[in-house]
């Protein structure tokens, strides 16, 4: 059975809050995922004061104030808050993600030795970060919202030629939308993606609800990513696109089950439906009351359960036989 690994993505759904992060911590564990992920960036770091926030990002806000460097300012993790959240995941059994939104937490997340680099959406077309990250030597997941394939195929190229392999890259399908339509989803994308530039594949996903993710794995998904949050009407730019706890815990179950449903694509009777099937299955009987030395034909003989007789497949060549002996209605021939 192939695994996916599921990311559940705090992002910054903490607001801010060291003790929401932990809460979102325990949730994460409870789910089953196998990683929670958090944001590592210094605002100055990440945009200028002059930016303004995305139009999803004003509206999850209210509208108060239009300026993405107070947004994110509010929303930084201290390196302490980071070293303790790592503690936490230890503690409760998950592990600790986080993806770096600048040069300089690229720096200190390398420092945390973090298990692999989670590359998101908007740095795609960001040439020293990419630079940066291939240099670093650890397998990559790409998210790629916002991008077509050109784009793609030129960060997968920097990856390449700055020290990452292709074999140890996960190029994960994505909309930037908060939430995502579902006509906008184009879930067949990742297949595209896979056929085109032959890495594994995944899905991040930003639409309300449960079953694109779900449906992502049945088409061969290796990596999920989804934001959860403890309540979706707390203020913040990304809780209203994000799973409450009893969704999360809902989804991690359904990838499993879905895992356990692919099998190994050789059509057999399964060792559970083997016992059923002599009760479904057919037989050749007698229709009426059939003597010895009677001619078999399509008058006297009928097909009914159960089927531990001669398989109705062999009707043509039963017809025309001879009777070796009497028999009464649905007897088996």
């Not at 999803?56 to 390196?79: H, P, V």
């Not at 919202?145 to 030629?161: H, R, T, Y």
């Not at 057919?282 to 008058?299: L, M, P, R, Y």
Request: hydrophobic letters at 40%.
């Amino acid at each position: 059975m192939n695994r996916t690994l599921i990311i559940a993505e705090a992002g910054v759904n903490h607001n801010g809050s060291l003790e929401r992060a932990k809460r979102m911590v325990d949730v994460a564990a409870i789910a089953g995922v196998d990683y929670i992920k958090f944001q590592t960036f210094k605002a100055e770091a990440l945009v200028s004061k002059g930016a303004k926030q995305a139009e999803y990002q004003t509206k999850n806000l209210g509208g108060k104030n239009d300026s993405q460097y107070e947004m994110l300012k509010a929303l930084e993790l201290s390196e302490t808050n980071h070293d303790e959240l790592i503690e936490y995941c230890h503690q409760k059994g998950v592990g600790f993600l986080s993806t770096a939104f600048d040069m300089m937490s690229l720096d200190y997340l390398n420092s945390l030795n973090i298990p692999f680099w989670k590359i998101p959406s908007g740095e795609l077309t960001n040439l020293p970060y990419l630079q940066k990250i291939a240099s670093l030597d650890k397998d990559i997941v790409l998210s790629t919202g916002m991008a077509d394939l050109s784009e793609i195929e030129a960060a997968i190229n920097v990856l390449e030629k700055n020290g990452s392999d292709r074999s140890r890259m996960t190029i994960l399908h994505c909309n930037t939308e908060y939430p995502t339509p579902m006509c906008d989803v184009n879930l067949k994308a990742m297949i595209t993606i896979q056929e085109a530039f032959k890495t594994k594949i995944g899905y991040s996903d930003h639409t309300l609800g449960i079953e694109v993710a779900i449906a992502a794995v049945a088409l061969g998904a290796t990596v999920i990513e989804k934001h959860f949050t403890l309540d979706r009407n707390l203020e913040g730019p990304d809780h209203k696109a994000s799973l409450e706890p009893d969704e999360l815990k809902q989804m991690v179950k359904c990838i499993r089950n879905i895992e356990n449903a692919m099998g190994d694509g050789v059509k057999r009777p399964s060792a559970s439906e083997m016992k059923n099937k002599i009760a479904a299955r057919k037989s050749i009987v007698a229709d009426c009351a059939i003597k010895k030395g009677d001619v078999f034909s399509e008058t006297n003989l009928s097909v009914k359960r159960p089927g531990n007789g001669i398989s109705p497949m062999l009707w043509n060549e039963i017809l025309g036989k001879t009777a070796d002996r009497d028999y009464k209605a649905d007897d088996l021939i």
